[in-house]
């Protein structure tokens, strides 16, 4: 079965330091994956997304996704963080029947 | 510009009482989605349809429907709320690129 996993609740990083959100998926088949951003009281926001392609996925706001095959990551990164960086993050795997799997996300704070 | 609206954003509601959340897409998307945002559980989708007259139950489906009439709306139906059915909703929906796109959410308490 398809299924994502988050394994921090939290990340603290340092405004200006980089930052990297974890991501592992179990998926048959070639994987498409997915980051999701969300800010207090808003709806989730498409950051990026791997289909196929560079391993290197470039995203919205300086974000940037490494997919690795072989060990069915896909973490999310960013060389500097900025303190408006900070919000909850999902990853997604899309599944078999094209629908999209969400991992329970990770909290962001970014700390001035 | 494209967008898509839920309403209400907030809704208080007593337990056994019918319940109706609305979503409305201006994108022109075939696939519409239904989840619920619950601490620790991430989303979790409810139900969703890949065209008009078409719909199909999601992973946590049980005290909802949904009917699709047309490519634009997606209504949620809560038969006989809950207090288990407290939660945050929200609606997305997808074209032809996997991408999917959120509404803003709605924001339930069933008291």
């Known amino acids: 079965a398809q299924s994502v996993a988050q394994p921090e609740d939290q990340v603290n990083v340092a405004e200006g330091n980089p930052l990297t959100v974890k991501c592992t998926y179990s998926v048959s088949g070639n994987p498409y994956l997915f980051w999701y951003v969300q800010y207090p009281n808003r709806g989730l926001q498409f950051l990026l997304k791997?289909?196929?392609?560079?391993?290197l996925v470039k995203g919205s706001y300086g974000f940037e996704a490494e997919f690795n095959k072989s060990q069915t990551s896909f973490h999310l990164k960013k060389p500097s963080a900025l303190v408006s960086d900070s919000a909850l993050y999902f990853c997604?795997?899309?599944?078999?029947?094209?629908?999209?799997?969400f991992g329970t996300g990770t909290r962001l704070q970014v700390f001035p | 510009d494209a967008e898509i609206t839920q309403s209400p954003r907030h809704k208080i509601t007593e337990t056994g009482r019918q319940v109706t959340l609305a979503c409305h897409q201006t994108?022109?998307?075939?696939?519409m989605f239904w989840y619920r945002q619950d601490l620790g559980h991430g989303l979790r989708l409810i139900h969703y349809s890949y065209g008009v007259q078409d719909t199909n139950k999601g992973e946590v489906s049980d005290g909802y429907s949904v009917s699709r009439s047309n490519t634009e709306d997606l209504p949620l139906t809560l038969e006989s709320a809950a207090s288990s059915q407290t939660s945050v909703y929200f609606c997305?929906?997808?074209?032809?690129?996997?991408?999917?796109?959120f509404g803003p959410g709605t924001r339930l308490t069933v008291l």
């Open positions: 791997y289909i196929t392609g560079d391993n």
């Open positions: 997604a795997v899309r599944d078999n029947t094209d629908k999209l799997i």
């Open positions: 997305a929906s997808s074209g032809s690129t996997d991408t999917q796109y």
């Open positions: 994108w022109n998307h075939n696939n």
